[in-house]
């Protein structure tokens, strides 16, 4: 998991235990992710929306996408040609592998290594999201994840924008234990202060516990909080509910989570990694078909016409396959 983790923690900025009034948020469900197909036939897990947990106990996320992981054989590897959104932002986390990603905007770029792509659909947008051609031919471990972030009806017709993170801007903490590694990709935890800029206000975590460690963060309380097993296993909340890769947990009220890790770990890593999610709901209606997500019916017919009439943007010339040459 080449995911951004230096050998030597102990020179890190450390984030303190909350100390006073701590209010430990209860696990209220656990959500145990399908798998499926989604794109031009890659496997995901999706924890939410499920019957689980959907739209209303995990606002403002519209949708979290584990992609793989997965060992592509030479060929195998597949993505998500070019299509529409309208109405949220799209956040992809590479792990492990590259996906390149392109949109009718000029944005894009390669996602790579613990990368973070993130692409405000507001108006509307058009963009794809392939494997690179080396990949391809290669093969190789693929690993990552998408997440949907819904934007409130004021702003779902803001210009759509572009943002890439890099690993090595993504800022790294440490537990104030030191067993615990922490990626702040968005948001802030204390005083510290992710990379991505958000029209909707979340926290972003992906956090690496050591075997049998126990960390414990301050969390705002006007916040949700979902979190979700990327790998290994554990417990989560004051009664250490138990969870395992694959699972999904929304929490209740409150200003602390607290997760620990089992004393054993599988590899790659050896550690427990989860990510932890929070943001400030949005409590709107939500009207949803496909890629477009917004607040009634009608907005959503007048996202097809949009889309048909080409309001959305166009893919450029440069990006269409050429045909083969059967002159000969």
Avoid: C
């Avoid at 209220?28 to 959907?54: D, H, K, M």
């Avoid at 992609?67 to 597949?78: Q, S």
């Amino acid at each position: 998991m080449p995911a951004v983790t230096p050998e030597i923690w102990i020179d890190l900025p450390r984030i303190r235990e909350p100390r006073e009034n701590v209010r430990d948020r209860s696990v209220e469900l656990v959500s145990t992710a399908p798998s499926l197909l989604e794109g031009a036939g890659f496997p995901v897990r999706r924890p939410w929306p499920s019957q689980t947990l959907g739209f209303r106990q995990a606002d403002p996320f519209l949708l979290l996408d584990h992609l793989g992981a997965v060992d592509y054989a030479p060929g195998e590897a597949k993505g998500a040609p070019w299509h529409p959104h309208r109405g949220f932002e799209t956040v992809t986390y590479i792990i492990d592998g590259a996906m390149a990603h392109h949109d009718s905007q000029g944005g894009g770029g390669l996602i790579t290594d613990g990368s973070t792509q993130w692409m405000t659909a507001g108006a509307g947008i058009l963009h794809d999201e392939m494997p690179p051609e080396k990949f391809v031919e290669k093969g190789g471990l693929f690993h990552g994840i998408q997440l949907w972030v819904n934007l409130p009806q004021r702003l779902k017709w803001t210009p759509p924008r572009y943002q890439s993170l890099e690993s090595e801007h993504i800022p790294i903490v440490v537990s104030e234990r030191g067993d615990t590694l922490i990626r702040l990709i968005a948001g802030s935890l204390g005083e510290h202060k992710g990379a991505g800029a958000t029209w909707t206000p979340i926290t972003f975590i992906h956090a690496s516990l050591e075997p049998g460690a126990r960390l414990q963060l301050p969390w705002p309380e006007e916040f949700n909080a979902l979190a979700y097993v990327l790998s290994g296993s554990g417990s989560v909340g004051p009664a250490g509910v138990l969870v395992r890769e694959g699972q999904g947990v929304k929490f209740g009220p409150g200003n602390a989570l607290t997760v620990l890790a089992a004393p054993t770990q599988p590899e790659p890593t050896k550690r427990l990694e989860i990510l932890l999610l929070g943001g400030q709901p949005i409590r709107e209606p939500i009207a949803s078909y496909g890629p477009f997500v917004m607040n009634t019916h009608a907005d959503i017919v007048q996202a097809f016409d949009d889309y048909q009439a080409g309001k959305m943007g166009s893919i450029p010339a440069a990006e269409y396959r050429r045909e083969p040459d059967r002159s000969n």
